[in-house]
């Protein structure tokens, strides 16, 4: 690649090489179905401080429920304390359908305490979000929000890792052609002096005149 580049000093080569190399890392990364987004931070409750993010999927979804308490002893972590019991319910926000109630998972986390829950969504639309926190003393808090169900690969990292390669294509095709461009004026200008010249030196007498 290195030796065709440097036979073929154009930016348009530049430009088709970047972009085949981008489109085949677009490709890999289309596998991905995009990252979990926030839908609710630092929401305090009686004893905990509550965050979410959501990768919600048509199909089966992804909730992660993080937890910290709102006080802790000397010398006690989140993670040394007895955790409490989550749950996610679900329905859609028209009342299409009853509420669904998911229990989450505690995940292993090393510095925090971090549950995870999998909802099902059957279809695109908007849909109430319920997150149940059960304390270990018996109190029970709850915290609510909406979310749109979406397409997999469908949201917005998708669509901008898909439109990355052509973005820079485009771009990288514009500076050659600008590039090629002035090149193109800048030898126009300086081939009439060059004739000039040469006219000048074959016939002395056009300097007389």
């Known amino acids: 690649m290195t030796a065709y580049l440097q036979r073929n000093n154009q930016p348009q080569a530049v430009a088709m090489?970047?972009?085949?190399?981008?489109?085949?890392?677009?490709?890999?990364?289309?596998?991905?179905?995009?990252?979990?987004?926030?839908?609710?931070?630092?929401?305090?409750?009686?004893?905990?401080?509550?965050?979410?993010?959501?990768?919600?999927?048509?199909?089966?979804?992804?909730?992660y429920v993080i937890t910290e308490p709102r006080s802790t002893s000397p010398g006690e972590t989140a993670s040394s304390l007895e955790p409490p019991r989550v749950e996610v319910w679900v329905e859609p926000a028209n009342g299409r359908l009853a509420r669904k109630t998911y229990p989450a998972t505690q995940q292993a986390?090393?510095?925090?305490?971090?549950?995870?829950?999998?909802p099902?969504?059957?279809?695109?639309?908007?849909?109430?979000?319920?997150?149940?926190?059960?304390?270990?003393?018996?109190?029970?808090?709850?915290?609510?929000?909406?979310?749109?169900?979406?397409p997999p690969g469908a949201g917005a990292w998708d669509v901008l890792i898909y439109l990355f390669p052509f973005v820079l294509f485009g771009g990288l095709w514009t500076l050659g052609m600008v590039r090629r461009w002035r090149t193109i004026q800048?030898?126009?200008?300086?081939?009439?002096?060059?004739?000039?010249?040469?006219?000048?030196?074959?016939?002395?007498?056009?300097?007389?005149k």
């Open 17 to 63: 090489l970047s972009a085949a190399f981008l489109l085949c890392c677009c490709h890999w990364a289309s596998a991905h179905e995009g990252p979990p987004f926030p839908i609710l931070v630092d929401q305090a409750t009686p004893d905990y401080v509550v965050s979410v993010w959501a990768d919600p999927d048509i199909g089966e979804a992804t909730f």
């Open 109 to 118: 986390m090393r510095n925090r305490i971090q549950f995870l829950a999998e």
């Open 186 to 208: 800048t030898e126009t200008k300086v081939r009439p002096n060059q004739e000039l010249q040469a006219v000048i030196v074959g016939n002395p007498q056009v300097v007389a």
């Open 120 to 150: 099902y969504f059957d279809q695109q639309e908007m849909w109430s979000i319920g997150i149940v926190v059960h304390s270990p003393q018996g109190k029970t808090s709850e915290l609510m929000t909406e979310v749109e169900a979406t």
